[in-house]
């Protein structure tokens, strides 16, 4: 059983760009949520996917969007990049509304 | 409010000891309590959880304690070891919220050998 995946590991990009994670979900998993992490605090939800449909959203702004595919995967898109968007970005999926299972996250560093 | 307040936030316990990290919530509608461990580079791994339907539930070393009148749960790892040393999070969810989680700032545990 593969667990959660999430490329790339490291991103480097500046301010105003545009940057894509991606994230496979474990098997057997239908739903995707993401989290952003920065250094030394806990995760912060960003939304969360459910059968290709956004279910649920916490306090960030509309240039965070996301997209999940028929083969659960995700993709998270940040606009026009801020200093403050540097931080780990975790992939979490679960089947429906159980348990979790986060993978390794994605540093990105907004210069 | 959805909040979850975590406490201390860090903590140091010699090799064999008992590490305790308590948690505190607001909203009485959270209705699944998990607890994460991370370590550096890495993502949060599931340790255990628990619903306020029972008041206590024990996986290996770890256990949850969960008061629901005081709206307080707390992680005890028993027998700590060195290897135990990691960030630990706690977090709250509500089902009808999808499972979106409310993390704690996390607990810093070192175990010192």
């Known amino acids: 059983e593969t667990g959660v995946t999430q490329s790339p590991t490291h991103l480097i990009k500046t301010r105003g760009q545009q940057v894509t994670l991606r994230c496979s979900s474990q098997?057997?998993?239908?739903?995707v949520s993401w989290y952003q992490q920065a250094l030394g605090q806990g995760p912060q939800f960003i939304f969360q996917?459910?059968?290709?449909?956004?279910?649920g959203r916490g306090n960030f702004p509309p240039r965070f969007s996301g997209l999940q595919f028929p083969n659960y995967s995700s993709e998270l898109n940040v606009n026009a990049l801020e200093l403050d968007d540097s931080a780990l970005y975790l992939c979490?999926?679960?089947?429906?509304?159980?348990?979790?299972?986060f993978g390794p996250g994605t540093r990105l560093t907004v210069l | 409010q959805q909040q979850v307040k975590q406490s201390p936030q860090s903590l140091i316990v010699q090799k064999g000891g008992i590490s305790i990290i308590n948690c505190a919530y607001e909203n009485t509608a959270f209705d699944y309590f998990p607890w994460y461990q991370q370590f550096p580079g890495k993502g949060p791994a599931l340790l255990i959880a628990i619903r306020p339907d029972v008041s206590e539930k024990k996986e290996g070393r770890f256990t949850i304690s969960f008061n629901k009148s005081a709206k307080q749960f707390s992680l005890h790892i028993m027998d700590s070891q060195p290897g135990d040393s990691a960030t630990y999070f706690c977090?709250?969810?509500?089902?009808?919220?999808?499972?979106?989680?409310?993390f704690g700032q996390g607990t810093e545990l070192s175990v010192k050998p």
């Open positions: 098997s057997g998993h239908n739903t």
């Open positions: 977090a709250a969810s509500m089902d009808n919220q999808g499972g979106k989680l409310i």
């Open positions: 996917y459910y059968r290709e449909e956004e279910n």
């Open positions: 979490a999926s679960s089947f429906a509304r159980n348990e979790q299972f």
